[in-house]
């Protein structure tokens, strides 16, 4: 469904093959398939990259670093795209390079619905500080504490405090639409899972945790055109 490996599923769950999962179970999906790494002393992109056989552009783009050479802090995580496990079998589904495209290159690619004038801007004020990437998802700057509104009515899927596989403070929303919105790197998250939500409420606040430079509301849409993308919100 999410065009990802089965082994990402599992190194993001804490999962092993054989392991079953029950229905209201919630799992965590990383936007592209890969693992996380902590970063070990004496390590360099270089050598993290040989490990898991990636390239290291990759890893350079996904995680926002300056370049190749940048110094890396024992301790801090990386998403590594594409990475292969020694011991596992499982063969990457797409490199980054697909998944990163400039927002109308990536819809006329990816034909998926047009729902103009159904998803409320999260917070209004906002500066677009990065177009479409990680599939579907923009970046919204704003000064961090700023409320973060559901875009539409729907369900609290997921709502977690941490790291999030680099999304930090996450919220998750399922809308009966069937479509998806996502809001990470939250300061303070104001609802929980399972929470019936309207269109409108605030479910947190925008904030800079998991991997982040600056304030701002990362904002992804499953199923449907990003209004973030040319500002086509409800109004």
């Known amino acids: 469904m999410f065009n990802v490996s089965t ?41 993290i990259a040989k490990m898991y056989n990636a390239d290291i552009n990759d890893i350079v783009l996904y995680n926002g670093l300056a370049g190749d050479s940048v110094a890396l802090i024992p301790g801090d995580k990386l998403i ?43 917070v209004p004020g906002y500066r677009l500080s990065q177009g479409l990437h990680d599939k579907n998802a923009v970046d919204l700057a704003i000064a961090a504490g700023t409320p973060i509104h559901a875009a539409a009515s729907g369900k609290v899927i997921f709502a977690k405090y941490g790291w999030n596989g680099a999304y930090g403070n996450l919220v998750i929303l399922s809308h009966p639409n069937g479509t998806q919105t996502l809001y990470a ?13 309207s269109q409108g409420q605030v479910i947190g606040y925008v904030g800079c945790t998991g991997r982040c430079t600056g304030p701002h509301l990362h904002f992804g849409v499953i199923g449907a055109r990003n209004p973030g993308v040319d500002g086509s919100w409800k109004q």
């Open 80 to 122: 590594i795209p594409n990475a292969q496990k020694s011991d596992e079998g499982d063969k990457p589904v797409q490199s980054l390079s697909d998944t990163v495209a400039k927002s109308n290159q990536y819809y006329q690619s990816h034909p998926t619905k047009n729902l103009s004038g159904y998803y409320v801007d999260p």
């Open 185 to 197: 790197h939250q300061s303070k998250i104001a609802v929980t899972t399972g929470q019936e939500v």
């Open 7 to 47: 082994n990402t599923i599992l190194w993001a769950n804490d999962m092993k093959k054989g392991d079953t999962i029950s229905p209201g179970d919630v799992l965590f999906i990383l936007p592209i398939s890969g693992v996380e790494h902590t970063i070990l002393k004496g390590q360099t992109l270089q050598s």
